[in-house]
């Protein structure tokens, strides 16, 4: 590992820290060197708060540094002002000399632009330091803005003689060490869907109770709008933001929102479509195995958990089939989780 790739690795650590706090935008980190020495680092802490950058600069303790140091960043320093001022705009203003980027911004209101700012100011520029580990940390982003719709990510629980359950009877097939991983991914993702069956049969609750960080925004997929019957559901009596997408006449109190999708073309296209434009870049969907299926058929989706246990139910609602993807299979105490990526 060279010094640049050194110092993008320390970037790209500070910059999960955001995880699950940054909303929709990118999860960044900044890391300021001087003399081969780092002087200063920060990263985006929360939704509409200070840019890394920002924060990487302002823990500078002598700004007088600043005019021989470089600056890493991870993601290409942003040119527009939005929620908070142009980074690029500050870094020249710093007289900063040097800065190294992972990966370029591919926000249309950046795209290139702040580089350009850069370069034409007779900053040296370097782009593409360890750049794929880049685009996997913001695989979310990325996908709202390359895709125009949400990171996608299918989560099911499996028996060992392939079901997920058994029809109208709610089952616990996973273990305590699966079910505190899921509430671990839940506190990650922006959204978490399910489909009004799985809301009416399990009737979950859909926060992170066993982890730490914000419930996610709720989904329910009531194309036919059998919910209109079922008002005592914890789901839609939850405070937190709750959306709910039928093609039926639907009308819940507050705080859920109903959605209405024609009936023209894909329907889940259609959703992920309103989502995008609710500012959501991620999509945790839990169930049930319809839904999943349908997802998998239409080619929405980009990863999949998938936790298989040694239980036999005998009979029930048939699992998934699982694409011919690579994989990776982890012990997860009796159970194993398989993870795929759509590639």
Known sequence: MNTNEHYMQRCLQLAEQGLGNVGSNPMVGSV??????????????????????????????????????????????????????????????????????????PFS??????????????????????????????????CAHTKNRPYIILKWAQSADGFTGR??????????????????????EMSIMIGANTAIIDDPQLDVRYWKGSNP????????????????????????????????????NSPNQVIKISGDGSFMNQVFAELNK?????????????????????????????????ISLGKGIKAPVLPNLPSTITPMDDNTLTIIRNR
């Not at 470089?70 to 002002?81: A, F, G, I, W």
């Not at 079910?179 to 506190?187: A, D, F, G, L, P």
């Not at 609710?278 to 999949?304: P, R, Y």
């Open 167 to 188: 029809l109208n009877e709610r089952v616990q097939i996973s273990n305590e060490l699966s079910k505190t991983y899921t509430h671990k991914w839940r506190s990650e």
């Open 217 to 252: 925004i709720k989904v329910i997929i009531d194309r036919s709008g059998v919910l209109q019957n079922h008002a005592q559901l914890k789901i839609l009596k939850s405070e937190d933001p709750t959306y709910i997408f039928t093609s039926s006449t639907l009308s819940l």
């Open 109 to 142: 209101k950046v795209n290139g632009s702040g580089i350009a700012i850069l370069e034409n100011a007779g900053i040296k520029v370097t782009l593409g330091v360890l750049e794929e580990d880049c685009r996997e940390l913001n695989k979310r982003f990325l």
């Open 32 to 105: 300021i060197v001087c003399d081969g020495k780092i002087i200063g680092e920060g990263y985006h802490q929360q939704f509409g708060h200070s840019h890394a950058e920002v924060n990487a600069i302002n823990n500078v303790a002598d700004q007088h540094l600043l005019s021989r140091s470089t600056l890493y960043v991870n993601l290409e320093p942003c040119s527009h002002t939005g929620k908070t001022p142009p980074c690029s705009t500050l870094i020249l203003e710093k007289k900063i000399p040097s800065v190294v980027i992972g990966m370029k911004d």
């Open 278 to 310: 609710l500012g959501i870049t991620s999509c945790f969907v839990e169930g049930g195995s319809t839904l999943h299926q349908l997802l998998i058929q239409e080619n929405l989706w980009d990863e999949m958990l998938v936790f298989s246990s040694p």
